[in-house]
């Protein structure tokens, strides 16, 4: 159980739930909620006897409203104090436990399954940090206006503001006439991205070190500035830069802007929160898409595409052991960021250790441009993050119902170039549709084993225990059309060894190459096992 130091001032839980509109957290008991001490959230531990200060929010992490133990938490959680104990569904029904907080005279939350709990957390602990500073001009801003937020900073500091995110992309800035401002405000402003300058790395350094303003030096003609990094508890989410004309913005000026930066953590958890929640709904409908099934027209609907296509999916792999999670991140970024640029609507999502794009109007004629990007991709993974990528295009279907065989296609194509022996790092399903076909049949066989050719296991299983090579003769004189030439300098041998080994095939298995039907399974049996 952790909780932050009891704060005497409190707030309506319809207040709270006001100021965290659309982030996932809804009231789930019927009963007039209490009001809430403005305390960080105390997590749910099972190995910890519950000690709550009156009005404080538990965070009932590892709670399953199915579990029968939950409705004892709930109740133990009331007695101890708290005002407010948050689960999530896990699509159950809560009615029972919504029953037993409205009995017990606690609030009873309710969080979306997707909402991590440590980002939650972050976000209740901004609003009530932004709550105990009920006095400040800007508390009262609605959540979610970063603009009229900068706005607010800026005529409380005295400084034209910025408020910027951890890639030093400006969110917003203030547009109060009458506050000067220099040519580095102005090129962030217009760019929507800080200038670089030699001077911030260090100033940068400067500011996410220190718990409260920092006072920043411009390098000439540059005005200085009064900064402040922006946390949600120890999580670092971005700054805001106020400019200082004259360098004489004093103590009050600083203790405004550390208000104004628990004011701002709220804003941009807020935004953050609600970007997250839409990604990964739209991560779960291209999922969805990718599977098939008989809502594939619905789900399409949902993610703005059109029935009618052409569509393709290329599939993007690390080379094993290249990536760690964290690295495959960075490769999902990499590969979403060019798709999604290329210009024809590609849709990007992760799934398990491979990234998907879909392609709409993904005709013949633009295959061509498709494979420059998927090479040019893994060019630049290559440069930026030392990791080979392999890229498989499936073939364009003309429906969304028929996406996820494009996708099949193309997880075949990965494993070909994953296979000893495939060159390059990029192939079509069109460039390699007989070797797919094989593969097809690969798994078919291993589904109905009697289909494989008698004499083409036995001839693999001598060579497993003899440790010879007459699975690999016969299938080399095969591909080379029974050429004896071909097939003896494919295997760097003479031509009477090859036919010392022809005759051994026919008397120890019963090979009859004269029979074409038993010839061409015989050679699809020794394909199927080659591939397994």
């Not at 972050?122 to 009530?128: E, F, I, T, V």
């Not at 000893?420 to 399903?429: I, M, R, V, W």
């Amino acid at each position: 159980m952790t909780e932050a130091t009891h704060r005497n001032d409190s707030i309506h839980l319809p207040h709270l739930l006001k100021m965290l509109e659309d982030t996932g957290l809804v009231l789930g008991s019927g009963a007039v909620p209490p009001r809430l001490s403005l305390m960080s959230p105390s997590l749910y531990d099972p190995f910890v006897p519950l000690e709550g200060l009156r009005g404080g929010i538990l965070l009932g992490i590892g709670l399953h409203p199915a579990d029968p133990g939950t409705a004892g938490v709930v109740r133990d959680a009331a007695e101890a104090g708290f005002a407010a104990v948050v689960v999530k569904k896990l699509h159950q029904d809560i009615g029972h436990l919504a029953a037993v907080a409205d009995e017990t005279g606690i609030a009873l939350l309710v969080v979306d399954d997707d909402v991590r709990w440590r980002h939650l957390n972050a976000l209740l602990d901004s609003a009530l940090n932004a709550s105990a500073d009920a006095g400040s001009t800007i508390s009262p801003l609605g959540v979610g206006d970063l603009f009229a937020l900068a706005n607010a900073i800026a005529a409380m500091v005295g400084g034209a503001t910025t408020i910027e995110n951890l890639q030093e992309q400006v969110l917003a800035y203030s547009t109060l006439e009458d506050q000067p401002i220099d040519e580095d405000r102005r090129r962030g402003i217009l760019g929507r991205q800080v200038p670089y300058l030699p001077e911030n790395a260090g100033q940068y350094a400067a500011v996410f070190r220190s718990s409260g303003a920092v006072r920043i030096e411009g390098v000439r003609p540059a005005m200085d500035r009064m900064a402040i990094a922006v946390r949600a508890g120890k999580e670092p989410l971005g700054s805001i830069w106020v400019v200082d004309v004259h360098g004489d913005l004093d103590g009050e000026a600083e203790q405004a802007l550390e208000r104004a930066a628990d004011i701002a953590a709220l804003h941009m958890l807020r935004a953050r929160s609600s970007h997250d929640l839409a990604r990964q709904q739209r991560a779960e409908l291209l999922r969805r898409l990718l599977e098939g099934g008989d809502d594939a027209i619905l789900v399409a609907e949902q993610l703005g595409l059109r029935n009618s296509g052409p569509f393709a999916v290329v599939a993007f792999q690390a080379e094993p052991g290249q990536a760690a999670e964290t690295t495959l991140v960075r490769i999902a970024d990499l590969v979403t960021t060019q798709c999604e640029a290329h210009g024809q609507g590609a849709q990007c999502v992760q799934a398990g250790s491979t990234i998907y794009a879909i392609f709409p109007a993904a005709a013949a004629s633009s295959l061509g441009s498709i494979e420059a990007l998927a090479r040019r991709l893994n060019e630049r993974s290559r440069a930026s993050l030392g990791v080979e990528l392999r890229a498989a295009a499936g073939p364009a279907v003309d429906a969304v119902s028929d996406i996820s065989r494009s996708r099949h296609d193309a997880d075949l194509v990965l494993l070909m170039l994953a296979s000893d022996g495939f060159p390059g790092t990029y192939a079509s399903a069109g460039e390699v549709r007989s070797r797919l076909t094989l593969l097809e049949l690969a798994a078919t066989f291993r589904a109905a084993p009697h289909l494989l050719s008698d004499a083409a296991r036995r001839i693999h299983e001598y060579d497993a225990d003899f440790g010879t090579g007459y699975a690999l003769t016969l299938r080399t004189y095969l591909d080379c059309s029974r050429d004896s030439a071909r097939t003896a300098a494919a295997l760097s041998l003479h031509q009477n060894t090859l036919r010392y080994r022809l005759k051994r095939l026919q008397d120890l298995f019963g090979v009859d190459l004269d029979q074409p039907e038993d010839t061409l399974v015989l050679w699809l049996s020794l394909q199927v096992l080659e591939l397994n």
